[in-house]
């Protein structure tokens, strides 16, 4: 089995396909990878609900959020708090989903990415939707895993004005 990660060499972990039960380092590369896929669905959620104090405490304090098609690039929690709520501030309405991709764990550090599309209207006007990929690093920390690094990357952006919008008022 593979240390980096948790994979025999066909793909599968070896104890629960083996017959027998799975191992505590089968059991605890399955709890990482379930770890570090909710770190980044809250990445989302706190974006999505403007929850900018649980966003930036998703990163460790040395921690850099990175996108670099639009020359942008913050490091630590105070400057990713600030900057994802100045970056919010811009959206008449912003939606995000993410959609799970690889993760290589070696210990307390792992690589990872996941696949977003995007869609929303900037207050100006102007419409924004996009399919990008999000190149991570992490480390484990007493608080759970956290990202050290956050990379951005656009594959395909339309901005075609939006027909839609937001729905009445909200209860």
């Known amino acids: 089995m593979s240390e980096t990660t948790g994979e025999t060499t066909n793909g599968t972990t070896g104890g629960a ?3 027998g039960a799975p191992t505590g380092a089968e ?3 399955l709890a990482d990878r379930v770890e570090i896929e909710a770190l980044r669905g809250e990445f989302t959620d706190a974006g999505m609900t403007r929850d900018y104090d649980r966003l930036a405490e998703l990163f460790t304090d040395d921690g850099t959020w990175r996108i670099p098609d639009a020359g942008l690039e913050f490091t630590g929690s105070k400057s ?3 900057a994802i709520e100045r970056l919010q501030g811009n959206w008449e309405f912003f ?3 993410i959609h799970p991709g690889a993760v290589r764990i070696d210990g307390d550090t792992a690589e990872g990415r996941s696949y ?3 869609l929303g209207r900037l207050r100006d006007g102007g419409s924004h939707v996009n399919y990008a990929l999000y190149h991570d690093r992490y480390r484990r920390t007493a608080q759970g895993w956290r990202f050290t ?3 951005y990357e656009v594959r395909y952006v339309d ?3 939006l027909p839609g919008g937001v729905p009445g008022p909200r209860p």
Do not use: D
């Open 159 to 161: 901005t075609t004005p």
């Open 17 to 19: 396909t083996g017959g």
């Open 149 to 151: 690094e956050r990379r």
């Open 95 to 97: 939606v995000q989903t």
């Open 116 to 118: 977003v599309a995007e």
């Open 27 to 29: 059991l605890r590369a």
């Open 80 to 82: 990713i708090r600030a």
